[in-house]
């Protein structure tokens, strides 16, 4: 089995893969909070119990492939993956075949998280094609008809945009981040509700509004699938005006798709 994991600033998400059929199948999947201070043993013992509670074993893992954007954790993980599934995870990173042209000035800038999205959304559903990906950033990724990855955008998440208002405001409480029942709002809760989500539609609409602006000064004719994912994918996509596609196990796919395009057998490390 294939153990995938997507180390993020805020969540890491798992996804646990079968490889011995026709077909690649996702058995099993969790997302978790990530923890830049925890030791090779709390991951270790954290994963292990996610797994029993699944009925499977750590021994039953094979391969292993990371992306992170949190470097602190990366010496980490290797540790827990070589110490509990003895086995010496491939890590998203320079060097790694992907398959796919970057036209971007520097390709090392490019997280692997984005790099993931974009080969799973160029894979499932061809090109040209638009990835938000809802994260601790929500990140907008463009990929050409012919499999290329054109560039994107930065912007801050949902969750970061909050924690910042509510931080710097003295006199407004944290509120649960969901959709209103109106855009006028009532009460103070109303008001935060209302101003937080129907506001980050309108960022990521008006930057999706201008990304295809630009691709159909190119070519008139282009007409990009745009599909969201991350944690938050399925609440914002329901009010978004350009989003047609939700799958919020994107990344993970992308890196089955890039474990295969490196496969190898990776060797396991000797039980201590």
Known sequence: MLLALDVGNTNTVLGLYRLDGEKPELAAHWRITT???????????FF?????????????VTHIIIASVVPPVDSTLRQVCEAYFHIEPLFVEPGIKTGMTLLIDNPTELGADRLAD???????????CIVVDFGT???????????????????????????????RAARLSRVDIRRPAKVIGTNTVGHLQSGLYFGYIGLVDGILERILAELKQADPEVAPRIIATGGLARMIAEDSRFIQEIDEWLTIEGLRILFERNRAARPRSQPH
């Not at 923890?35 to 013992?45: F, P």
């Not at 974009?118 to 040209?128: H, T, V, Y």
């Open 35 to 45: 923890h830049r201070a925890q030791t090779v043993d709390e991951y270790g013992v």
């Open 48 to 60: 292990v119990n996610l797994f029993e509670m699944h009925g499977m074993a750590p021994n039953q």
């Open 118 to 128: 974009s080969i799973a959304a160029f894979e499932r559903f061809g090109g040209p």
């Open 137 to 167: 950033a929500t990140k907008f990724e463009v990929i050409s008809a012919r499999g290329e990855y054109m560039g994107g955008a930065i912007a801050p998440g949902l969750g970061l945009s909050a924690d910042a208002l509510f931080s």
